[in-house]
């Protein structure tokens, strides 16, 4: 049986009845950019997370670069983030001539370093981007201190956190800005591209808004030279039904993460992903580390179970950003963790006997050492 990374038609055809007729008015009326759905959608998305204002746009690297105008960084500006995150969130400063500074993560849970953030502050330091990484919340009640000490703004950058919370607020509520994707594969994902920013502020909002419709908020007037990233209302449908299921789906995925470490817990030589206390995970990715990753990520693959890897090379060592002078062995964690780290099938309609295929699979990989009964039949699991 194979066992796909994610199965996206599986929740496409989960809201295919209540999305199709919505398609087919907007084909009908043509009300294809902004209007009802977008406005509805904002609305309803900024109440899940807990703030006053959700501001739809192209995609997650375009709310990205929009948060960090909107709070004033400049070309020249430092922005400190986690070595470990996808390019996009160090793209999005780049694109405003501010420079990136890399800081390395905690072993346990690979989120970013407080410690570390606070070692790399300087003159010209202005914001902090926290990643909450695979669905976990960064250590805001640790970063927050340390942003108020030094009069820095935090940016929150939780694409992969929809939904999820810790002791001090849900993830995109806790700083002054946050920033999304709902690039399909996330939590809670379009069908294409699309993002958002949220804030409790209104000058941010209104900001963000305006610079991403060019500069505009009257036809054909500028107020500055903006950019074209607005939430498309096809999407804005999508999103809409998907939101009043993500509690489900998100119950889900941590039914899935929870029969993973019962069936992986006595497996030697497999690193299971904990959870910070505090922390409700949405368990975006769930990932192990593993040694010889790169021929068990095969092994896996010629067995049919999709597995990947988030991410295989931290930002510091790619071609992109070599002229910023980091060398290897700067970050060790998450160098260490970049030879290791292997996300297993994560998805909310994920099986139990599609799971027990994954670790049945990972046992053969690992070897005899790891040898355990079937899966499928000890666990008594439905087939």
């Avoid at 606070?118 to 981007?129: F, H, K, L, N, V």
């Avoid at 305006?210 to 009257?218: E, K, P």
């Avoid at 998450?334 to 027990?356: D, G, K, N, V």
Wanted: aromatic fraction near 6%.
């Amino acid at each position: 049986m194979k066992v796909p990374f994610l199965d996206l038609a599986a929740q496409q055809a989960e809201i295919a009845d209540e999305v199709l007729p919505t398609w087919q008015a907007q084909l009908l009326s043509a009300a294809f950019v902004g209007g009802p759905e977008v406005a509805s959608f904002e609305r309803e998305y900024a109440e899940y997370i807990g703030v006053e204002h959700c501001i739809g746009v192209a995609n997650g690297t375009d709310a990205v670069e929009l948060a960090l105008r909107a709070v004033g960084i400049r070309p020249g500006d430092e922005v400190i983030i986690p070595v470990n995150t996808f390019i996009a969130t160090a793209e999005a400063a780049t694109r405003i001539g501010a420079v990136p500074v890399f800081v390395d993560v905690d072993d346990e849970f690979l989120l970013v370093d407080p410690a570390a953030v606070e070692a790399a502050i300087t003159a010209r330091t202005r914001a902090i981007i926290p990643v909450h990484l695979y669905g976990q919340t960064a250590p805001m009640e640790a970063l927050s201190p340390i942003a108020e000490r030094h009069g820095l703004v935090i940016v929150e950058d939780a694409a992969q956190s929809q939904g999820a919370s810790s002791t001090v607020g849900r993830a995109g509520s806790i700083g002054r800005v946050a920033a999304t994707s709902f690039y399909p594969g996330k939590n809670l994902g379009a069908a294409g591209d699309a993002g958002a920013v949220l804030t409790d502020d209104p000058t941010i909002a209104e900001f963000v808004r305006n610079l991403g419709a060019h500069g505009s908020s009257v036809k054909y007037m500028h107020d500055r030279a903006g950019m074209n990233s607005r939430l498309d209302a096809v999407q804005a449908a999508v999103l809409r039904a998907k939101l009043r299921r993500l509690d489900g789906w998100n119950a889900a995925r941590r039914a899935a993460a929870t029969r993973y470490t019962e069936m992986l817990a006595h497996l030697p030589g497999v690193r299971l992903p904990p959870v910070r206390e505090g922390n409700e995970d949405v368990w975006h990715l769930y990932v192990v580390q593993v040694a010889e990753r790169d021929r068990v990520l095969a092994e896996l693959g010629a067995a049919g179970i999709g597995a990947g890897i988030h991410y295989p090379t931290p930002l510091h060592l790619t071609a992109a950003y070599a002229d910023l002078g980091y060398r290897t062995g700067q970050f060790p964690v998450a160098e260490a963790a970049a030879r290791r780290i292997l996300s297993l099938p994560m998805f909310p309609h994920l099986t139990a006997l599609q799971q027990a295929q994954v670790a049945e699979s990972l046992h053969r990989s690992l070897g005899p050492a790891a040898a355990q009964p079937d899966l499928v039949q000890s666990s008594g699991l439905d087939r």
